[in-house]
């Protein structure tokens, strides 16, 4: 299985000790003892299941937010319109993932009653990897269906002015004795979390990654980080792009694109919007049913033919419930850049500076 460059002599952590780690930093930071968990957890697991970009390599950007940054480190969502399956809801400037942890908490609990519930989202932050808030609605027999805005990184196709998020999306489907099937992508053709990533490693970025400021493509960081963020599929990349970012903030009154703030300045605090939806299976096809053609499709994927025959195929989901299985055993695979990232935030909070020793 590939990951990132060089991951293999990286150092490694088990999952329990460095959630333990961050979830102090955290709580140091002001947040709940149950708050700081929904944090560290969510970082944990993104970097469990290989997704580095979206896991503790945050951890110092997220103290910032919760110190100097203007994020309320107490906010408590709200739900502030209910009517049939559609709920709004307030974050209060709490940390995203706080906020679309109850937001999805809400769809499914009203899916129940309602068997299709949908939950417009304002007053939030950034909330992490999507994929964690739609598996919850498949760990519950459930589809789950989620959006977010995100800061402006691309350009519409042909131009070169920053003013479109990549506005990422995610679906899960439960499996049955398989693992669900489960769809994270944003619609750049990286993320700005990956190239961070690449570029603390000195590696250049793979071709079709990233153009500079011109709007020319380019594989060096540097450049990348100041640069524009290419589109999947070209022009329909950023149509779907602004389409999602649309559906994340229009329906709650959350800030879209260039509102929200830009990669220099970063976002405004309490401006991010997300859209969760929880549909329940069992009110369509019976639930074991769906489980047992989401297995058979998955199978599918994995037993047709490649192109490479040294290639395996994997349906969505698949590959990051490996790592997070290998990772779970053998511990999770740490840069150099990440470890004195969380080290230094700990430092900040009165911690020991050697956290991770």
Same mark, same amino acid.
Not at 27 to 36: I, L, N, R, T, V
Not at 94 to 112: L, T
Not at 184 to 189: H, P, S, T
């Given at each position: 299985?590939?990951?990132?460059?060089?991951?293999?002599?990286?150092?490694?952590?088990?999952?329990?000790?460095?959630?333990?780690?961050?979830?102090?930093?955290?709580?140091?930071?002001?947040?709940?003892?149950?708050?700081?968990?929904?944090?560290?957890?969510?970082?944990?697991?993104?970097?469990?299941?290989?997704?580095?970009?979206?896991?503790?390599?945050?951890?110092?950007?997220?103290?910032?937010?919760?110190?100097?940054?203007?994020?309320?480190?107490?906010?408590?969502?709200?739900?502030?319109?209910?009517?049939?399956?559609?709920?709004?809801?307030?974050?209060?400037?709490?940390?995203?993932?706080?906020?679309?942890?109850?937001?999805?908490?809400?769809?499914?609990?009203?899916?129940?009653?309602?068997?299709?519930?949908?939950?417009?989202?304002?007053?939030?932050?950034?909330?992490?990897?999507?994929?964690?808030?739609?598996?919850?609605?498949?760990?519950?027999?459930?589809?789950?269906?989620?959006?977010?805005?995100?800061?402006?990184?691309?350009?519409?196709?042909?131009?070169?002015?920053?003013?479109?998020?990549?506005?990422?999306?995610?679906?899960?489907?439960?499996?049955?004795?398989?693992?669900?099937?489960?769809?994270?992508?944003?619609?750049?053709?990286?993320a700005h979390g990956k190239i961070r990533v690449y570029h603390q490693k000195g590696r250049a970025i793979p071709e079709g990654w990233a153009f500079d400021a011109e709007g020319q493509p380019?594989?060096?960081?540097?450049?990348?980080?100041?640069?524009?963020?290419?589109?999947?599929?070209?022009?329909?990349?950023?149509?779907?792009?602004?389409?999602?970012?649309?559906?994340?903030?229009?329906?709650?009154?959350? $800030?879209? /694109? @260039?509102?929200? +703030?830009?990669?220099? !300045?970063?976002? #405004?605090? %309490?401006?991010? =919007?997300?859209?969760?939806?929880?549909?329940?299976?069992?009110?369509?096809?019976?639930?074991?049913?769906?489980?047992?053609?989401?297995?058979?499709?998955?199978?599918?994927?994995?037993?047709?033919?490649?192109?490479?025959?040294?290639?395996?195929?994997?349906?969505?989901?698949?590959?990051?419930?490996?790592?997070?299985?290998?990772?779970?055993?053998?511990?999770?695979?740490? $840069?150099? /850049? @990440?470890?004195? +990232?969380?080290?230094? !935030?700990?430092? #900040?909070? %009165?911690?020991? =500076?050697?956290?991770?020793?």
């Amino acid at each position: 299985m590939a990951n990132y460059p060089g991951w293999e002599t990286e150092r490694r952590f088990a999952p329990s000790h460095l959630s333990k780690v961050v979830r102090e930093i955290f709580a140091a930071a002001g947040m709940s003892s149950d708050d700081a968990s929904e944090i560290a957890e969510s970082l944990v697991a993104a970097d469990q299941r290989g997704i580095f970009s979206h896991g503790t390599l945050r951890v110092p950007e997220y103290l910032e937010k919760l110190t100097v940054g203007g994020v309320n480190p107490r906010g408590r969502p709200r739900v502030t319109s209910s009517v049939g399956g559609a709920l709004s809801v307030d974050g209060d400037n709490a940390m995203g993932q706080v906020v679309a942890a109850f937001a999805m908490r809400m769809a499914i609990e009203r899916a129940r009653e309602t068997k299709v519930a949908f939950v417009a989202v304002r007053g939030s932050n950034h909330c992490g990897a999507l994929e964690r808030w739609v598996l919850r609605a498949a760990s519950e027999g459930m589809v789950g269906l989620a959006s977010t805005n995100a800061l402006p990184t691309m350009a519409p196709w042909g131009g070169r002015d920053k003013i479109v998020g990549m506005n990422p999306f995610s679906a899960a489907f439960p499996g049955g004795s398989d693992p669900p099937i489960v769809l994270d992508m944003a619609f750049g053709a990286t993320a700005h979390g990956k190239i961070r990533v690449y570029h603390q490693k000195g590696r250049a970025i793979p071709e079709g990654w990233a153009f500079d400021a011109e709007g020319q493509p380019t594989t060096d960081t540097a450049a990348a980080m100041t640069g524009l963020i290419q589109p999947v599929g070209q022009h329909k990349g950023i149509g779907l792009a602004i389409v999602m970012g649309m559906l994340s903030t229009l329906l709650s009154g959350a $800030s879209y /694109g @260039t509102e929200l +703030g830009d990669m220099v !300045a970063g976002a #405004k605090p %309490g401006h991010d =919007g997300h859209f969760f939806v929880a549909l329940d299976i069992a009110a369509f096809q019976p639930l074991e049913e769906v489980r047992a053609r989401a297995d058979k499709i998955s199978r599918e994927i994995q037993q047709s033919r490649p192109v490479d025959p040294a290639t395996r195929l994997y349906p969505p989901g698949l590959l990051e419930a490996e790592f997070e299985r290998l990772y779970g055993r053998d511990g999770i695979p740490l $840069s150099d /850049g @990440t470890i004195e +990232g969380i080290r230094s !935030a700990a430092r #900040k909070m %009165g911690m020991p =500076g050697e956290v991770l020793a």
